[in-house]
């Protein structure tokens, strides 16, 4: 019973050190994340988009701590997602020369590209779903890394 309790609450301190340490060799690719994503908006914005991308980043590696099976697993922004979600800014901005108030643009561009990302998501659960996951093995490793 006791070598049961040990066991159980140094698996526990493991994986929480291993998401911690996940945590923070992701760290910088979430500041360069959010630095890019919303340096299109201008400087005041570059702030708040670190700060958004970090509380992002500590609640999505909270929740796989405690919730997923695998806490190995990197919940990191990547470069692809960057260049699509700053593409999606800077369309939405350079596409409103009817609106009036440049905050309106800016919030636009803002709500835009978080839809972009929740239905990317949404794809990805389908694929997930329809079971394409198995044709992985097929794509390139540079491509998946």
């Known amino acids: 019973m ?8 140094i698996r526990k301190l493991t994986t929480l050190q291993t998401g911690t340490a996940v945590f923070l060799a992701t760290l910088p ?3 360069i994340f959010g630095t890019i994503v ?26 796989s701590i405690f919730i997923a099976s695998n806490v190995e697993i990197v919940l990191a922004p990547s470069s ?10 800077v369309l939405v901005i350079s596409s ?3 609106m009036n108030a ?6 636009l561009s803002v709500q835009t ?3 972009v ?16 996951s198995k044709f992985i093995q097929f794509l390139p490793f540079e491509l998946i890394s």
């Open 38 to 63: 919303f340096a299109v908006l201008g400087p005041d914005w570059i702030g708040i988009g670190i700060l958004s991308c970090f509380v992002a980043h500590v609640l999505a590696r909270l929740m």
């Open 117 to 132: 990302g929740v239905v990317s998501g949404f794809i990805q659960l389908i694929f997930y779903r329809m079971q394409f």
């Open 102 to 107: 440049s905050l309106d643009i800016e919030i």
């Open 113 to 115: 590209a978080l839809i």
């Open 80 to 89: 692809y997602s960057a260049l699509v979600l700053s593409s999606v800014v």
């Open 29 to 31: 690719d979430t500041i």
């Open 2 to 9: 006791v070598r049961k309790l040990l066991s159980s609450g």
């Open 96 to 98: 409103s020369e009817t």
